[in-house]
């Protein structure tokens, strides 16, 4: 590895790479400009489901609806503000005959006590329960990869973004229909949390939209793994791909920028706006000269 001025500088090597992997799917995601050399193998990390175990078996079977809760893993949902947290039960609470699947770090927490349809668990099969017709619905922070397990198995989700990536992913979500989003801030006011669950279980056109995301994405032409498998082997047998390689990268501060054509575009502009002023001001002087010469 070099280093010093003779190293290769970092922006040279991002623009000379053959290929670049991404994870993200175009189905799930913005309309942006792309390049030919950019691979999308989004749910590339969602497993094939396997069978639940007797426990988590017994606990769908509780009650014929069930709701996974989770926050992710970088923000510790025991740290979560009280008020916050009381929201959250009292919407449990408020729904007895559904099973709720909180992935909570401190299960002696008194906070979250004594809720007798809360199912509290350090860890959960995420990607098996997200596969069972038993779950009927997700809460969760909006991570990439929940929201990509979520859309491969069909569940309508309330995203409740925290920081990051997850906005962008929140506003996915509501582009495509998928559920509902509600800001973290807003948890403090009163119902609204439990509004948006009885919204999304009420209302069939996000299980329609799920539906439909689930098999639009098992309907693909290449699965992740294939492209990611593809991709690599193509790279190791042509190596510098000068195919794929832009134009654009060459281009100067000035060009690259535009600044030339903006330059020009400005001194004709100034330029114009000059003559404009000289002209009307002569103008205006021959206006009053012969305004003068009459009244004389």
């Known amino acids: 590895m070099k280093l010093g001025p003779s190293a290769t500088p970092i922006w040279d090597t991002v623009s000379n790479m053959s290929w670049m992997l991404v994870n993200s799917e175009p189905l799930l995601d913005f309309d942006r400009p792309t390049l030919h050399k950019i691979v999308h193998v989004g ?20 009650r014929t609806r069930n709701i996974l809760v989770s926050f992710g893993s970088v923000a510790p949902t025991r740290t979560m503000p009280a008020d916050i947290k009381r929201t959250i039960v009292d919407t449990i609470k408020s729904h007895p005959d559904i099973t709720f699947i909180w992935k909570y770090e401190q299960l002696d927490d008194p906070a979250v006590a004594d809720v007798k349809n809360l199912i509290l668990s350090k860890w959960t099969p995420q990607t098996d329960l997200l596969a069972d017709d038993r779950l009927t619905l997700f809460i969760t922070h909006g991570g990439g990869g929940s929201m990509m397990e979520s859309a491969t198995f069909g569940k309508p989700l309330i995203v409740i973004p925290l920081f990051g990536d997850q906005i962008r992913n929140a506003k996915l979500i509501e582009k495509f229909g998928l559920g509902v989003v509600v800001e973290k801030s807003h948890l403090r006011q009163g119902t609204l949390l439990n509004d948006s669950l009885v919204l999304v279980l009420h209302n069939p056109r996000y ?17 992740p793994q294939q492209k990611l498998v593809k991709t690599v082997e193509m790279a190791a047998q042509f190596g510098d791909m000068p195919e794929f390689k832009v134009v654009g990268r060459n281009l100067g501060f000035v060009v690259y920028y535009n600044l030339d054509i ?33 009244t004389e």
Do not use: N
Not at 207 to 223: E, H, I, P, V
């Open 207 to 223: 299980r329609s939209a799920a539906a439909r995301m689930k098999s639009l994405l098992s309907q693909r032409q290449f699965t």
């Open 262 to 294: 903006i330059l020009i575009l400005t001194a004709i502009f100034v330029t114009t706006a000059i003559l404009l002023i000289y002209f009307s001001r002569l103008a205006v002087q021959h206006c009053r000269r012969i305004a003068k010469i009459k």
């Open 43 to 62: 749910g590339l990390g969602v497993h094939e489901p396997r069978p639940l175990s007797e426990e988590w078996d017994r606990v769908l079977s509780l």
